[in-house]
């Protein structure tokens, strides 16, 4: 089932601590870029996890919306195509009918 994932830090931290935020968010990027750009990055990742290179494409490699990728993005608005993604989505899961 798909899920909406991010970053979330409290303002009291990210004022105390800014170069903890930006250094997180530098380190998020350049992992996403080396994954993009290195064929072999499941199969490395595969290795040192122990997780099937197939699981960590469905989990890294794509979304619940086609042709997109489900890494961290920093877009910040609630988009209206992920959420009807989602919910066509929950629609699939059997028995739930009371699901408003």
């Known amino acids: 089932m798909p899920g909406f994932y991010g970053v979330v830090v409290s303002q009291s931290f990210a004022n105390k601590y800014p170069e903890v935020i930006v ?3 530098q380190a ?3 992992a996403q ?3 993009a750009i ?4 499941f199969t490395l990742v ?3 996890t122990k997780v099937k290179p197939v699981i960590l494409d469905n989990i ?3 979304s619940f919306v086609e042709q997109t990728s489900s890494l961290f993005t920093n877009d910040w608005q609630i988009r209206p195509d992920w959420l009807s993604g989602h919910i066509n989505q929950l629609q699939t899961v059997p028995n739930l009918q009371n699901l408003q």
């Open 23 to 25: 250094s997180y968010l």
């Open 38 to 41: 290195t064929p072999s990055a």
């Open 28 to 30: 998020l990027m350049a």
């Open 46 to 48: 595969s290795k040192w």
């Open 60 to 62: 890294l490699g794509s």
């Open 33 to 35: 870029n080396w994954l």
